[in-house]
């Protein structure tokens, strides 16, 4: 276990666009200089929190439970948008395909397995590039999705799912203000209806209301290190906790009621999802020398299981449904399939995907 979040501080925001862009004229400032020191009002830090930890810390659950069978039918994949596959387009595959996870179904329904359906109608008015986190809205169905463009960073809602698998452009929900602190967003979560975003330029995890009409509530949580830059990747919720993968600290910060209460240690972590009955925390990990998913367990922060694979050695988006965890491979360009009681791997789910895979989400429609 390592818990010592005490090199980072934390801070968090309340609405103000003036303030979010001094703060952000602040941040551009300190960057230009050479030397990001982020010095931020500091709210809460958590110092030496094994005492906590071991508050917390029930009694070691076993990884299995016990089978249960798996509910998603479908894949959603977003992309990193780059030339390597695509040649003839040059933004990457600029959109999100769904795949089917039950090949032989489909193939007995006369449609062909491996034609993926776009996601996404045409955006009127908005553009789409580098799409990343993805998130179901549970209330109603719809989906969230983070367009990481630099220049035009923001979080977009699409409408349920129609028959034809394709869903329809509702709204730009983030940001309100130019100089919101969403710039490169990757990861989305919801927790108590907000929808939070987490970074990879600004240091912050952004929250927005997304039940309110006016959005003008955005908040940030905030976070600056001496000498070194701040980036969040992926984002995931459960139990009144954020969970958040940060590569320059090689952790998953664990907050809640945005108090940093854990760092979870694991090297170049980028995909984060919960498993909700095992309360387990899956973490997808980059590092070269030993590239691997890892399950920790949500109380201990310990490690309960490794999921390897020779060719796996750039895990991006992950998801779990029922006994499998499903990996989006940007190495191999695959969907891997493993069982998560044995950590065996069991199959390839999507072979050749024509772009690196980012975001990933089960779906049933
Ligand atoms: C799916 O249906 C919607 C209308 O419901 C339509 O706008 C869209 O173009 C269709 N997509 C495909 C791929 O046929």
């Known amino acids: 276990m390592d818990a010592t979040p005490a090199e980072m501080d ?6 103000g666009a003036s303030r979010t862009s001094e703060r952000l004229r602040g941040y551009r400032r300190a960057l230009a200089g050479g030397a990001v020191m982020l010095a931020f009002v500091t709210l809460a830090i958590v110092i030496g929190g094994a005492s906590k930890l071991a508050r917390h810390s029930g009694h070691q659950r076993p ?21 390597r596959r695509s040649p003839t387009q040059d933004q990457g595959v600029n959109q999100i395909y769904r795949y089917t996870l039950r090949p032989a179904a489909m193939a007995a329904s006369g449609v062909p397995p491996d034609a993926p359906v776009h996601v996404l109608q045409h955006v009127l008015g908005e553009h789409t590039r580098l799409l990343r986190g993805m998130l179901l809205e549970p209330a109603t169905g719809d989906l969230f999705v983070a367009n990481a463009y630099y220049d035009d960073s923001k979080v977009l809602r ?33 927790l108590d209806e907000t929808l939070y975003a987490t970074t990879q330029d600004t240091g912050s995890i952004v929250g927005v ?25 992926g984002l995931a919720s459960f139990d009144g906790c954020l969970y958040a993968a940060e590569e320059g600290s090689s952790s998953v910060l664990k907050l809640c009621d945005g108090v940093l209460r854990a760092s979870i240690h694991i090297r170049k972590p980028i995909g984060v999802v919960v498993d909700e009955r095992r309360r387990l925390l899956f973490v997808g990990s980059r ?11 949500l109380d201990s922060h310990t490690t309960v299981q490794e999921y390897t694979l020779g060719r796996m050695t750039h895990p991006a988006g992950l998801a779990v449904d029922g006994d499998r965890l499903y990996v989006a491979e940007q190495d191999a360009l695959q969907v891997l399939e493993f069982d998560i009681p044995s950590g065996q791997f069991t199959r390839v789910v999507v072979d050749d995907l024509p772009d690196d895979p980012e975001g990933m989400l089960l779906t049933t429609c």
């Open 10 to 15: 934390v801070a968090m925001l309340d609405g």
């Open 158 to 190: 699409f409408g349920p799912c129609e028959p034809n698998g394709s869903r329809a452009f509702v709204e730009r929900v983030a940001p309100r203000v130019q100089d919101s602190r969403l710039v490169h967003p990757y990861g989305l979560a919801l």
């Open 287 to 297: 590092w070269r020398k030993r590239p691997r998913v890892a399950a920790f367990d």
């Open 63 to 83: 990884v299995s439970l016990g089978p249960r069978s798996s509910r998603a039918t479908y894949v959603y994949i977003s992309f990193h948008g780059n030339h």
């Open 209 to 233: 209301r997304v039940a309110e009409r006016d959005r003008a509530l955005e908040h940030s949580l905030e976070f600056g290190r001496a000498g070194q830059k701040v980036a969040f990747r």
